[in-house]
């Protein structure tokens, strides 16, 4: 024999040919008295519950168990089915007696001689009687009332005349009537020109041209985008509500926060200019801010005063967003500290997962507008005392202490993609990824 040669198993079996070994059966008795119950846990583990002849119990795994008390677990297990075979029988029974009985089927005979009132002897008048009885009620069962199921189980009779009579009709359900306004389509291009194309409820783009008469309220079909008559406000026919009468006049719309706040946020006068009433106001759709067209370069924040000589006004007023909005958007940010620069108001923002190197000054309405939890917080940790009492940054805050984690480009880990960095005096809580 070689040490590279092979076999096959008959070949083996031949050479070497297997021991049979004859295990005689074991003799002594176990020392279980019973099995009192089986536990299956979440993995599909079988345990019997054992008690012992000296009256103890234990749960014992069936893998343990099985082999020395084969013939005590095939009779519990036998035991089991034949108790689970007897409860699925009891169920079938009470089924059975609750289900509909059957009809008698009573067959005309094909006979020239037959006639009604021949009875034969096996079926009696008053068992006729009885029969027609039974089945004109199950027949008036029938037509009133259907039987269905629910979830649980529970059987219900529901009344099939009750969906003819009422279709429509729900618990708690009202039937809301359809509330229509004739509204004029705007043909002047300068009232278009200084108007949203987006609505400012669902901020979806929309067509303002549609028919006149146009269906209000969530139900009816989207028709058209409506104008307001003070400020650049848009809005679809389906987002206003139905019950809208005080936002129409002589088929114009006066949207809810001209309606509330109707004061420009820089000369703080009435947004409608009466010296000049086809003159539309300016309205952000996030902030909900107003301004002539005349203030909104000078509403801009100081830190933002670099945009304002290229602000191109029909492209804001188009898309209804102010320039601070349209620069943070949402993010949300925490004030640090407080000015007054041209007697108004602005606040130093730390924006969220952005360091301490990249704050900017805004106005305070901006944040009344747009961060309004920022701004009621900031007044109140302000009772207590300044955050930076210099309206400075520390210096420390901008330079980086540690970095926790790189994230590289590719593979290769030559050019890093992003860091996680730590700053001086700031806790591991302030940790943010910077981007180089």
Known sequence: MTANQTFTRKELEERFPPIQVKLQPWRFPTSVKCIKGKLTSLTGQVIYIVEFQGGQVRQISSKNFYG????????????????????VKKRLKVFQS????????????????????ISSPNYSSEEKEEDSEEEDSEEEEEEITDRSLLRSGRKVKRSQSFESEFPTAKLGQSKKKEYTVRVPVPTDEDVIKHHSIYCYRCNQRGNYDGPLD???????????????????????????????????????????????????????KNIEDKSNPKEISFRCNFCYRGFHEK?????????LAYKVDDLNLDRLYKSGTC?????????????????????????????????????????????????SSAHRAYLKKSKNGPILPKNEIPVEWTIVDRILSVEWENNQ?????????????????DGIYMYI
């Open 68 to 87: 020395a008390n084969k013939k005590i677990v095939e009779e519990f297990e036998l035991l089991q089915f034949r108790r689970h075979d007897s409860d």
């Open 98 to 117: 609750e289900a509909k009985p059957q009809k008698r089927v009573r067959f005309q005979l094909d006979h020239d001689d037959f006639s009604p009132s």
């Open 214 to 268: 146009v269906p209000l309220g969530a139900e009816p079909k989207r028709c058209r985008l409506l104008f307001c008559k003070s400020c650049s406000y848009s809005i679809h026919n389906n987002c206003l509500p139905s019950s809208t009468n005080s936002y129409f006049n002589a088929g114009e719309m006066t949207c809810v926060k001209c309606q509330r706040n109707n004061d420009c946020i820089e000369c703080k």
């Open 295 to 303: 203030c909104i370069k000078k509403g801009v924040s100081s830190s």
């Open 323 to 371: 320039v601070e909005c349209e620069t943070f958007g949402e993010t949300p940010g925490t004030i640090l500290a407080e000015r007054k620069i041209n007697d108004k108001t602005e606040f130093l923002i730390k924006w969220k997962n952005v360091s301490y190197r990249h704050t900017n000054w805004v106005t305070e309405s901006w944040m009344q507008g747009a961060q």
């Open 413 to 429: 880990k030559i050019k890093p993609k992003r860091i996680l960095a730590v700053f001086k005096d700031t806790s591991y809580e």
